[in-house]
């Protein structure tokens, strides 16, 4: 919506559709992996000290992703748009495995919600629900206004155009 590739309604839709996803996918796992005493299943938690470092390893993991799909959804690179899944793979690859020993990775609030919700699990649960949602929106921002320099990106080349 930010990047003005989706209309209000369709992105809040999406968003809408990544909760239920979410929901259904952690259902399956909870399903069929659980096992006996399984009390904070998929659970994303913090195990780094001290433990505001998190929230920074959150941000840059989720800016990371942020940052490829924008630069994926680009008009400079419409001649690639083959390779856009790999791109986009490798970057979650990385940033999952950057930060998934320490935080989690979350990199998705809805991911980190249903696992908290069935675990009764809220410690620093704002992290992974409010540093993705702001980071993306920053980003998002960010790309717009300093890349794009404002202008719809149609409007000519890489960097904005005239």
């Known amino acids: 919506m930010i990047m003005k590739y989706t209309e209000v309604l369709d992105g809040f839709l999406f968003i809408l559709m990544q909760l239920l996803g979410s929901a259904c996918g952690f259902g399956i796992a909870y399903g069929f992996v659980r096992y006996d005493n399984a009390s904070n299943f998929c659970v994303t938690a913090v195990k780094i000290k001290p433990w505001w470092k998190s929230i920074f390893l959150e941000l840059y993991t989720t800016g990371a992703w942020v940052f490829a799909m924008c630069a994926s959804w680009n008009a400079a690179n419409e001649t690639l748009l083959e390779t856009i899944s790999l791109r986009i793979g490798i970057v979650v690859t990385a940033c999952s495995l950057a930060g998934g020993p320490y935080t989690g990775a979350s990199m998705n609030p809805f991911r980190s919600l249903w696992p908290a919700i069935a675990a009764s699990y809220w410690d620093y649960i704002y992290i992974y629900m409010c540093v993705p949602l702001v980071t993306a929106c920053l980003l998002a921002c960010a ?9 719809d990106e149609n409007a000519g080349a890489a960097g904005g155009g005239e």
């Open 143 to 151: 790309w717009r206004w300093l890349y794009l320099q404002g202008k």
